[in-house]
T-cell receptor
Framework: DTAVSQTPKYLVTQMGNDKSIKCEQNLGHDTMYWYKQDSKKFLKIMFSYNNKELIINETVPNRFSPKSPDKAHLNLHINSLELGDSAVYFC?????????????????FGPGTRLLVL | RKEVEQDPGPFNVPEGATVAFNCTYSNSASQSFFWYRQDCRKEPKLLMSVYSSGNEDGRFTAQLNRASQYISLLIRDSKLSDSATYLCVVSPLRYSTLTFGKGTMLLVSP
């Protein structure tokens, strides 16, 4: 019963190719995210969608385009892959709501997609 | 100054030891604070939220000091299975991004 799943788990491709990573969550959450974790293990937000609408778009190249066909799915398409795109990409989801101190909700992460661009 | 700073470690401790991690954050508007745990080649998982009054979950205790913009995590009676990277995470608002520290690596040895 995987809550947040991603495919593929590993992706090895050549520079210049276009590739997609898929993410699905079965938690009924309204908000989904894409994060990038680079070789130095630094985890950084890329995009956030709430109910299929883009709400956060950090400074990422236009080559990265998220698509949310429905609130359970958030896919990431990458055009013209570059060497520097090699990283682990994590999808996450959360359910907006207020906890006892009216704070940010917990985010649940997928297992990650390890992208290697050669 | 980095948004969230942590000592990368590694912290090498024997089983049964008590170990403490610290984290400082730069955005005084931060409202939400968490500790996540990330095992090698795995995804981050929530370890515990950090509330203003501090909170405890079994062997784990988290404290928040808003005046000093400082968060701590104390692990008592360390187990081998506690070996992981511990990520300090802050966020200013709902729907806002989580800002992760680079993590502190803990290695618990027999």
């Amino acid at each position: 019963d995987t809550a947040v799943s991603q495919t593929p788990k590993y992706l090895v491709t050549q520079m210049g190719n276009d590739k997609s990573i898929k993410c699905e969550q079965n938690l009924g959450h309204d908000t989904m995210y894409w994060y990038k974790q680079d070789s130095k293990k630094f985890l950084k937000i890329m995009f956030s969608y709430n109910n299929k609408e883009l709400i956060i778009n950090e400074t990422v190249p236009n080559r990265f385009s998220p698509k949310s066909p429905d609130k359970a799915h958030l896919n990431l398409h990458i055009n013209s892959l570059e060497l520097g795109d090699s990283a682990v990409y994590f999808c996450a989801s959360s359910q907006p709501g207020l906890d006892r101190e009216e704070r940010q909700e917990t985010q649940y992460f997928g297992p990650g997609t390890r992208l290697l661009v050669l | 100054r980095k948004e969230v700073e942590q000592d990368p470690g590694p912290f090498n401790v024997p089983e049964g030891a008590t170990v403490a991690f610290n984290c400082t954050y730069s955005n005084s508007a931060s409202q939400s604070f968490f500790w996540y745990r990330q095992d090698c080649r795995k995804e981050p998982k929530l370890l515990m939220s950090v509330y203003s009054s501090g909170n405890e979950d079994g062997r784990f205790t988290a404290q928040l000091n808003r005046a000093s913009q400082y968060i701590s995590l104390l692990i008592r009676d360390s187990k081998l299975s506690d070996s992981a990277t511990y990520l300090c995470v802050v966020s200013p608002l709902r729907y806002s991004t989580l800002t992760f520290g680079k993590g502190t690596m803990l290695l618990v040895s027999p």
